[in-house]
């Protein structure tokens, strides 16, 4: 693949875009962030976005009559920015059919546990914690992995293995997960430009 340009899917606070960020802006990201859709207008994610100067758009399929007309938008921008790798941080809509096609095997996601365990539908957010922990697991972790057209499904290409403290909530995990994240994204992605990871 040609140099990696990241289109970066974000939903909410958006600390693993700013890892991403921060890893570019300190050259320790071997890929160029060409932009940030959100589907909320009220993300940290554009925030952080606008305060990098990377063009942010907040795109939501309510805005749309028409499901063509959402995808079509979504493809327009990934278009104008030749993005050739989309990278879904904490991004809570499903990918349109269409976009998963297009870039097959070009989207990863990141998941705060050790797939293919607690994953698959209603697997997002402390939901995923609290599974870990009810089932007793001494460790969990977080996986970088391809989205396909199943919910936690695609081929794990990165993993980070973090322990559970006996006395963890399902808040104090996630707390103690998300840095591995933040730094298994940038290494996955540098792992690709080198082509340690083979996309297709
Ligand atoms: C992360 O835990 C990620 O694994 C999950 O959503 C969370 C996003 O956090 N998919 P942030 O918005 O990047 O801070």
Do not use: W
Not at 6 to 21: D, K, P, R
Not at 100 to 125: D, E, Q, S, T, V
């Amino acid at each position: 693949m040609a140099n990696l340009r990241l289109a970066v899917f974000a939903s909410h606070e958006g600390t693993n875009l700013q890892a991403l960020i921060d890893a570019q802006k300190e050259g320790r990201l071997l890929a160029e962030i060409v932009c940030v859709i959100s589907n909320n207008s009220n993300s940290g994610a554009l925030r952080r976005a606008k305060a990098a100067n990377i063009p942010a758009y907040h795109i939501s399929d309510k805005m749309f009559v028409s499901n063509d007309d959402y995808v079509k938008a979504l493809i327009d921008i990934l278009d104008k920015h030749n993005a050739n790798l989309i990278i879904l941080a904490g991004y809570m809509k499903m990918i349109p059919i269409e976009i998963i096609r297009k870039y097959k095997n070009h989207i990863l996601n990141i998941h705060p546990a050790l797939l293919p365990k607690y994953g698959g539908k209603g697997m997002f957010g402390l939901n995923v914690h609290k599974a870990v922990i009810e089932a007793g697991d001494k460790v969990s972790g977080a996986t970088v992995h391809i989205v396909n057209e199943e919910y936690d499904k695609g081929r794990i290409l990165n993993q980070v293995q973090v322990e559970v403290l006996p006395d963890d909530t399902p808040e104090t995990l996630a707390a103690r997960i998300l840095p591995f994240e933040h730094k298994l994204y940038a290494e996955t992605i540098n792992k690709i430009a080198k082509k340690e990871i083979i996309l297709e």
